[in-house]
T-cell receptor, first 113, second 109 residues
Framework: KAGVTQTPRYLIKTRGQQVTLSCSPI?????VSWYQQTPGQGLQFLFE???????NKGNFPGRFSGRQFSNSRSEMNVSTLELGDSALYLC????????????FGPGTRLTVL | KNEVEQSPQNLTAQEGEFITINCSYS?????LHWLQQHPGGGIVSLFM???GKKKHGRLIATINIQEKHSSLHITASHPRDSAVYIC???????????FGTGTRLQVFP
């Protein structure tokens, strides 16, 4: 069974641009969560999706958005990039919502110049 | 004060030593997770628990709900256990996952 995949793995953007990151969950998993990891703030929760609905959202500005498709694949978008958005963005999938074991993807490392 | 505190922040051990990493939290929770992150970023879920104790190989996780405290133990540590160990709790009120800052473990042969 293939694991969680994230594309792209590395990305370099400049301030003011926007970016879209993609996450494909493990086959059969219906829940996808997104996290941001930075050296200063550590891991922080961004969003959680289940069956195309956003179940929960972390404390991030409206520039951060996401969605989930009918095949459970998910995308997150960051508009008007700032230097502080440079981070490792991780997604994780689980079979159902809430407290099932989460399987993490390798992450997308975003650098904003 | 962080809602999830881990100690120690850094830990160095010799191969074969017994290791304990602690996690204390201040919110009501529905579950607690222990995660392992290797250099390069990949995260693996080790345990999810809401009460008692779980064991997987050389790893043992315990939780005391009344004291709002969890411990991760590694028996007979090995250099391949070198990683960052992260405690995360699912807040009962907000349903959001809150992470500790992690414990960096280095095990030397």
């Amino acid at each position: 069974k293939a694991g969680v995949t994230q594309t792209p793995r590395y990305l370099i953007k400049t301030r003011g641009q926007q970016v879209t990151l993609s996450c494909s969950p493990i086959s059969g998993h219906r829940s996808v969560s997104w996290y941001q990891q930075t050296p200063g703030q550590g891991l922080q929760f961004l969003f959680e999706y289940f069956s195309e609905t956003q179940r929960n959202k972390g404390n991030f500005p409206g520039r951060f958005s996401g969605r989930q498709f009918s095949n459970s694949r998910s995308e997150m978008n960051v508009s008007t990039l700032e230097l502080g958005d440079s981070a490792l963005y991780l997604c994780a999938s689980s079979l159902m919502q809430v407290d099932n074991e989460q399987f993490f993807g390798p992450g997308t490392r975003l650098t904003v110049l | 004060k962080n809602e999830v505190e881990q100690s120690p922040q850094n830990l160095t051990a010799q191969e074969g030593e017994f290791i304990t990493i602690n996690c204390s939290y201040s919110v009501g929770i529905s579950a607690l997770h222990w995660l392992q992150q290797h250099p390069g970023g990949g995260i693996v879920s080790l345990f999810m628990l809401s009460s008692g104790k779980k064991k997987h190989g050389r790893l043992i996780a315990t939780i005391n709900i009344q004291e709002k405290h969890s411990s991760l133990h590694i028996t007979a540590s090995h250099p391949r256990d070198s990683a960052v160990y992260i405690c995360a709790v699912r807040s009962y009120n907000t349903d959001k996952l809150i992470f500790g800052t992690g414990t960096r473990l280095q095990v030397f042969p």
